[in-house]
C-alpha cells in the first residue's frame, strides 16, 4: 500500500538551533498532514497538522511547510531544547482514510 | 481532564493465552483505533471503528479482535493466534473518521510474552 517515509531515521542538533524534519510521502490524493512527537514510553502527541491548499502552517515554535509538487512535508523547530528530543513521525490521509505514518526520525538534542 | 486512557501499561502473556486491552476516552469521539508499534517502526493500524456497533479491520487484524459497545469504550483482545504479540499497542480517537482531525493518542500498553 501506499506509506510515507522520512529522510532521516535520527538527527542531532545543538541546543539553540533550528531542527528540520523532513518527510516524503507516495500518495497524491492525500489532502491532511499531520506531524506528531513521540517520547519514549508514551503515546504520541500532535504538534501540528496542514491541509492540502496551504504550503505553510506556522504554531508555537513549529513550523509545517508541505510542497505537493514533489510531495514533500517538513517541520521545522525554532531553537530547539533538550526537551525537543523525542521520536517524530508525519502522517497522512484522505478524509474518511485511515492515517498512514512514516517510520519516524529520532531527534537528539544537546546542550 | 479529557482524554484517552489505556490500561494496563505492562501486560504479561501466557502460551496459548488470550489477553484484553483496555482503552477509555472521554473527548466524545465517534472514531476509536487501535495501532500496533514494533523497535523503530511506525504505526500500524489493526482495526478501527467509526460508531459504536461497527468496527473495521486494519492492515494486521488478523490474531486480534475488538467490540465497540459504548461509545467511550474500544478493548482490543490479542487472541492465541497472534504469534507474535511482543509490541506497544497504542489507542486513539478523533471527532470522526470522515473530516480531517487530528487522532489523539493514550500512552499505550506494552505486551510481553512470558
Known amino acids: 500500500g501506499e506509506s510515507v517515509g522520512l529522510h532521516l531515521p535520527t538527527l542531532s542538533v545543538q541546543e539553540g538551533d533550528n531542527s528540520i524534519i523532513n518527510c516524503a510521502y507516495s500518495n497524491s490524493a492525500s489532502d491532511y498532514f499531520i506531524w506528531y512527537k513521540q517520547e519514549s514510553g508514551k503515546g504520541p502527541q500532535f504538534i501540528i497538522d496542514?491541509?492540502?491548499?496551504?504550503d505553510k502552517r506556522q504554531g508555537q515554535r513549529v513550523t509545517v511547510l508541505l510542497n505537493k509538487t514533489v510531495k514533500h512535508l517538513s517541520l521545522q523547530i525554532a531553537a530547539t531544547q533538550p526537551g525537543d528530543s523525542a521520536v517524530y513521525f508525519c502522517?497522512?490521509?484522505?478524509?474518511?482514510?485511515?492515517?498512514?505514518f512514516g517510520k519516524g526520525t529520532t531527534l537528539s538534542v544537546s546542550s | 481532564d479529557g482524554g484517552i486512557t489505556q490500561s494496563p501499561k505492562y501486560l504479561f502473556r501466557k502460551e496459548g493465552q488470550n489477553v484484553t486491552l483496555s482503552c477509555e476516552q472521554n473527548?466524545?469521539?465517534?472514531?476509536m483505533y487501535w495501532y500496533r508499534q514494533d523497535p523503530g517502526q511506525g504505526l500500524r493500524l489493526i482495526y478501527y471503528s467509526q460508531i459504536v456497533n461497527d468496527f473495521q479491520k486494519g492492515d494486521i487484524a488478523e490474531g486480534y479482535s475488538v467490540s465497540r459497545e459504548k461509545k467511550e469504550s474500544f478493548p482490543l483482545t490479542v487472541t492465541s493466534a497472534q504469534k507474535n504479540p511482543t509490541a506497544f499497542y497504542l489507542c486513539?480517537?478523533?471527532?470522526?473518521?470522515?473530516?480531517?482531525?487530528?487522532?489523539?493518542f493514550g500512552d499505550g500498553t506494552r505486551l510481553s510474552i512470558l
Open positions: 502522517a497522512e490521509n484522505q478524509a474518511g482514510t485511515a492515517l498512514i
Open positions: 496542514i491541509r492540502s491548499n496551504m
Open positions: 473527548l466524545n469521539h465517534d472514531a
Open positions: 486513539a480517537s478523533s471527532i470522526s473518521q470522515r473530516i480531517n482531525q487530528p487522532q489523539h
